[in-house]
């Protein structure tokens, strides 16, 4: 039987009481495997076997995180996390069936925050939405305990307190995820960082499969930070350039 959802703030006794998970798969033997055990992680789940029911059910039901296929009937999960981003900030988990740089980077670029390729496991999906779930618990209590100040590197700016990133004074959106994946290497700048320090500090993912995470979200900020700002170091990581003194 699923919980009572009292409260969407209210930190629960086990990591997915409370919350409120929409899948959105058109495959039946999947959706029901991801249902299954979301619901025995704690978790209330909802599914939508396409685009229009699922952004009718994510604006009805307003989930807490949405686990998202690309390839849906109707219309697509881009267009699915586009428009319900435009309704109210979600998390979004994408699924897709192929293992292409182009869909993962599209997909963060409308909103995804993390995306993983089939076939997968189901002990690594749950511990995908836990930790999306945590980071925007995190995010809230560092809303209402800002940091004071504004850190600036050259003409990049970051604003811990409102969560804003500025390049040349111009306001850059980034997810919540790349957010935290810029702060991390700022925290740092010029040293170098793994991708597995970068996974297991943004991601408390400590599982090496997860690397291509790391490299496709790098991208996508490159995007949109400037590709100059971020070093690659082959073989090992990344760094966060800034200006020389």
């Given at each position: 039987?699923?919980?009572?959802?009292?409260?969407?703030?209210?930190?629960a006794a086990t990591p997915g009481a409370q919350r409120r998970v929409l899948v959105v798969?058109?495959?039946?033997?999947?959706?029901?495997?991801?249902?299954?055990?979301?619901?025995?992680?704690?978790f209330?789940?909802?599914?939508?076997?396409?685009?229009?029911?699922?952004?009718d059910t994510a604006?009805?039901?307003?989930?807490?995180?949405?686990?998202?296929?690309?390839?849906?009937?109707?219309?697509?999960?881009?267009?699915?996390c586009r428009r319900v981003q435009a309704q109210r900030p979600v998390p979004v988990l994408m699924l897709t069936a192929?293992?292409?740089?182009?869909?993962?980077?599209?997909?963060?670029?409308?909103?995804a925050d993390d995306y993983m390729t089939k076939p997968f496991?189901?002990?690594?999906?749950?511990?995908?939405?836990?930790?999306?779930?945590?980071?925007?618990?995190?995010?809230?209590?560092?809303?209402?305990?800002?940091?004071?100040?504004?850190?600036?590197?050259?003409?990049?700016?970051?604003?811990?307190?409102?969560?804003r990133v500025r390049v040349n004074s111009e306001d850059v959106h980034l997810t919540p995820t790349e957010f935290d994946l810029l702060v991390c290497l700022a925290n740092t700048p010029r040293a170098v960082l793994s991708r597995e320090q970068l996974l297991a500090e943004v991601w408390d993912w400590a599982d090496a499969s997860g690397t291509r995470t790391v490299d496709s979200h790098i991208k996508a900020l490159r995007r949109k930070i400037g590709a100059e700002r971020i070093r690659t170091v082959h073989g090992v990581g990344y760094a966060l350039e800034t200006p020389a003194p």
């Amino acid at each position: 039987m699923e919980q009572t959802h009292t409260s969407h703030n209210g930190l629960a006794a086990t990591p997915g009481a409370q919350r409120r998970v929409l899948v959105v798969e058109d495959d039946a033997t999947i959706v029901d495997n991801i249902a299954a055990r979301l619901r025995a992680e704690g978790f209330q789940v909802q599914t939508a076997g396409d685009g229009p029911a699922a952004v009718d059910t994510a604006e009805a039901w307003q989930p807490d995180l949405m686990v998202l296929d690309i390839m849906l009937p109707g219309f697509d999960g881009l267009e699915v996390c586009r428009r319900v981003q435009a309704q109210r900030p979600v998390p979004v988990l994408m699924l897709t069936a192929r293992d292409d740089e182009t869909d993962m980077l599209v997909g963060l670029g409308v909103g995804a925050d993390d995306y993983m390729t089939k076939p997968f496991s189901m002990r690594e999906l749950a511990a995908r939405v836990h930790v999306l779930l945590r980071r925007v618990e995190r995010a809230t209590i560092a809303a209402s305990t800002p940091r004071s100040g504004i850190l600036r590197l050259g003409e990049l700016e970051i604003d811990h307190a409102q969560r804003r990133v500025r390049v040349n004074s111009e306001d850059v959106h980034l997810t919540p995820t790349e957010f935290d994946l810029l702060v991390c290497l700022a925290n740092t700048p010029r040293a170098v960082l793994s991708r597995e320090q970068l996974l297991a500090e943004v991601w408390d993912w400590a599982d090496a499969s997860g690397t291509r995470t790391v490299d496709s979200h790098i991208k996508a900020l490159r995007r949109k930070i400037g590709a100059e700002r971020i070093r690659t170091v082959h073989g090992v990581g990344y760094a966060l350039e800034t200006p020389a003194p």
